[in-house]
């Protein structure tokens, strides 16, 4: 989160951040890759990431920097209308 950059899990299986709980629920879902983008606000301060969960054949592609720009106009949307 400090570097603002996507984390990707590729393997949920074998991810050793995952409690065996947590792989389990991933794995039940047929959740193979958890690229997460990072969202921040026209400051560029962090604020949350977005995480995706890809089934099998749903690697990186380099469609997913439209998700980068989707997530930053929702973002930039939601905090326009903050006071």
Do not use: Y
């Not at 949920?12 to 606000?41: H, N, Y």
């Amino acid at each position: 989160m400090n570097a603002r950059s996507r984390i990707i899990v590729t393997d949920a299986a074998t991810e050793p951040l995952f409690s065996s709980e947590a792989r389990g629920v991933r794995l039940q879902a047929k959740v193979c890759s958890l690229p997460s983008t990072p969202l921040t606000d026209s400051l560029g301060n962090f604020v949350g990431m977005m995480p995706t969960h890809c089934r099998p054949g749903g690697a990186m592609l380099p469609e997913w920097e439209l998700v980068d720009n989707l997530a930053a106009s929702l973002l930039a949307k939601i905090s326009a209308r903050e006071p």
